[in-house]
């Protein structure tokens, strides 16, 4: 117990426990839903309670964590959750991708090519691919204890007969280690290469639905698509206006009342690092 | 009364909370990667037969709600009950994590879990005489870049065509924490295993 009266970590030790069970298990299964059994949390959904009980039963006071919210580091939901873990677990926090050891995200992947010895943690509002098209939770099991997949190919085939490709901009399913079909959370598709054999791990929790998942590192997760219609992550045709990155993924912003706008990176460390280097060698 | 009664209980983690937390985060990465040997930092003072790292594991990951099977005999039951507090059950296929000091228990005899809940299966923590990274075996699989060396002495001769058997059930199969002395490696169901040539 630490003077504020909570545990390291804020869990008691028999959730963490269950948590990290169902951590191990999941590594194990790549892409496959494991349910945990925790208490309720006191914490209210919208937060990312999943990705914060992944987070609160993995870190340790060794690790600097990193969290953002649509790829910003300084969104209300990012401070508030770095500042709980520097509360409950005394743990260094840091705004840089190389620097994080845990990075909590929800909604994004950074563009700074994660590496081993990392662990990206997703907060997840809804873990099955499958809910959409088959609202029954027993037949959605069953669909992957087969890995009965035919109905998002359907689904993503009618797209490309009504729009002339996939019209899935966001949450685009995921095949993990050629045979889990996976949510990868609410990322832009345009992060889903991102998370191809990435040498960090990846956690997923999801808190409304008590269900953690994980890709292990160097584990293929590749994107639904067809051969004649291959995958494409989509980014707007413009440079950053900040930093002039053409890689990132860009948020178009509005600057005035006057409709005009640009476009700027998702990522703020990503965006600001590149701006300071830039201004370095100017 | 038993002798156990008057048995002195060695001691479990010296700070539980820190302790099973760095415990897990070995396991945790040793799982992700298979083959790579993980050396554990905070070990408690288990009794004989027990590696410190297979009781460091067990501590970490066994509780009330997890059967566990040993057979490493009673002062390690009584350690195990007292520490973990978790049930310990006869038949190894009740298990939901074993804890081998002798001979490996037969894998297809194990909690493979099902179709849909291939989660609900066991994990054997083994004992065995050594773990280097050396090139006896080339892994590859899930969370292994290429392919990673491993050599493990104390196996049986069985081992690889049972390991191959268990790959063969995916997604059901039981997952593997070998432990020697302070290290340990994991070697999930997802991990292919050839022999060197
Ligand atoms: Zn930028």
Known sequence: MTALGYNFGYLDENTKRMIRRALLKAVAIPGHQVPFGAREMPLPYGWGTGGIAVTASVIGTGDRLKVIDQGADDTTNAVSIRRFFAKVAGVATTESTAEATIIQTRHRIPETRLREGQILVYQVPMPEPLFRLEPRVAETRRMHALADYGLMHVKLYEDIARHGHVAISYNYPVLVGGRYLMSPSPIPAFDNPKMDRMPALQLFGAGREKRIYAVPPYTSVRSLDFEDHPFQPVRADAPCALCGSRESYLDEVLTDDQGGRMFVCSDTDYCNTRQTHREAAE | ?197
Do not use: K, Y
Request: aromatic letters at 6%.
């Open chain 2, 1 to 197: 009364m038993t002798p156990l009664d008057s048995m002195p209980l060695t001691p479990g983690f010296a700070d539980p909370v820190a302790d099973a937390q760095s415990c897990f985060r070995a396991l945790l990465e040793a799982m992700a990667r298979p083959g790579r040997v993980q050396r554990l930092a905070a070990l408690p003072e288990a009794p004989a037969p027990l590696s410190p790292a297979a009781a460091a594991a067990l501590l970490t990951m066994a509780d009330a709600e997890t059967p566990v099977w040993t057979d490493a005999g009673p002062a390690a039951e009584a350690w195990l009950r007292f520490h973990a507090g978790c049930p310990l059950v006869a038949r190894p296929g009740e298990a939901a994590f074993l804890l081998a000091s002798g001979p490996m228990p037969p894998l297809a005899a194990l909690a493979a879990g099902t179709e849909e809940e291939p989660h609900r299966s066991a994990t054997l923590v083994l004992q065995v005489a050594a773990l280097e990274e050396e090139e006896a075996w080339r892994l590859s699989g899930p969370g292994i870049e290429n392919s990673h060396p491993l050599r493990v002495e104390g196996l049986p001769d069985s081992f690889l065509p049972d390991w191959a058997a268990n790959a063969t059930r995916f997604p059901r199969g039981v997952d593997l924490v070998l432990c020697a002395g302070p290290r340990l490696v994991a070697l999930p169901r997802t991990t292919r295993i050839e022999e060197a040539g």
